[in-house]
């Protein structure tokens, strides 16, 4: 009995890791820099957690079909660059600004799901492929130079929703809630996650497994570009190293929510989103504790790396607990068979 509890505790903290690892990074950070417990604070990490975590949950989509989506980052700034040259040079209104960004990603996004589900390129290959491109088609369109927004960007990127909540927060509140719907209590959203378990399964059963990894990508590629558009609202410029790196802060946020890089386990609410909160709270307690800006960066590669391992290691573990979880079932239906 007490083996059977132990059991039943371990799965419980596995999954719930990301909840347990924001906990501790929050009480430690808070601990060496107490000026990290501020309520204003906390608001700054939500508000700079938005657009990656609007990304991240694009790519928790990929990821649950055991895919991945490395062209975010370029995504987001060739969206971002072709909407901030129409509202510069053309003189275009903030919301069809917003449309035509959103429309250069889900375009972006199709390229990569033509190359995978068509021309059946690996998603890692397709995508590698895609960053490069896109990254160049970015810099030919900007002409490496900084492209400003309209000061009624940045002036939404800055306003508060009642007055109160920031309206980045909003969006990526808005976005989660309407993610993690589409995920519990849509068609799609089961498709996805049968998919992710176990595609040559999925196909027998008569799911177009094809047209479910499509609609991952594109979704990947609205989200790369919305959450581009909410980065430049608080920037207020497009740069030549806008979205660099972006999609690894996107896969580990993504992973440390609990997403598995296997494929078919994951989810937005609470997951995603305490994994963006949680990567821009690790790098703004960096700061809080004055560590060297140049190992910064190396924190960040070691906890996307432990995020790898971890979800290793947390998958490896469960598998373990529900092969011995079947076998005590068996052993308990069969001693009551014998009564």
């Known amino acids: 009995m007490k083996t059977t509890n132990r059991q039943r505790l371990a799965q419980l903290a596995l999954q719930n890791t990301p909840l347990l690892l924001f906990i501790v990074v ?8 107490p000026r990290f417990f501020a309520l204003k604070t906390f608001e700054t990490v939500l508000k700079q957690a938005s657009y990656i975590g609007i990304v991240a949950i694009g790519m928790t989509f990929v990821i649950l ?17 072709v909407a901030g040259l129409a509202m510069q040079d053309f003189k ?7 449309l035509i960004c959103l429309a250069v990603g889900m375009l972006f996004g199709g390229v990569n799901a033509f190359l995978i589900t068509k021309v059946k390129i690996i998603p890692f290959i397709a995508t590698l492929g895609t960053m490069v491109a896109g990254k160049g088609i970015g810099l030919l369109f900007s002409r490496s130079i900084q492209i400003p927004y309209p000061d009624s960007v940045l002036e939404l990127g800055s306003s508060r929703l009642f007055g109160l909540i920031p309206l980045p927060i909003m969006i990526f509140l808005a976005v989660a809630i309407a993610a993690q719907f589409v995920l519990a209590m849509t068609p799609i959203g089961r498709q996805i996650y049968a998919v992710g378990n176990d595609a040559e399964a999925a196909k027998k059963a008569g799911l177009n497994v094809g047209r479910v990894l499509a609609s991952v990508y594109i979704i990947s590629g609205l989200m790369a570009a919305l959450g581009g558009f909410v980065s430049v609202a608080q920037q207020g410029v497009v740069h030549p190293g806008f979205g660099e790196g972006y999609e690894f ?3 580990a946020a993504a992973v440390l929510g609990g997403a598995s890089l296997f494929g078919g386990v994951g989810s937005v609410l609470p997951g995603t989103l305490l994994g963006a909160v949680l990567i821009q709270m690790i ?8 560590v060297d800006i140049y190992i910064q960066p190396l924190i960040t590669a070691a906890i996307i790396f432990s995020a790898v391992l971890l979800d290793a290691f947390r998958n490896i573990q469960l598998q373990k607990m529900r092969r011995r979880n079947i076998r005590i079932d068996k052993g308990a ?5 014998d009564d």
């Open 333 to 337: 239906l069969a001693g009551a068979g």
């Open 249 to 251: 802060n996107a896969i």
């Open 283 to 290: 790098q703004t307690g960096l700061i809080f504790t004055k």
């Open 65 to 81: 079909t055991a895919g991945i989506d490395l062209s975010v980052g370029s995504n987001m700034y060739v969206a971002a660059t």
């Open 92 to 98: 275009a209104p903030v919301w069809l600004g917003l």
């Open 26 to 33: 929050f009480i430690v950070f808070g601990l060496l820099a």
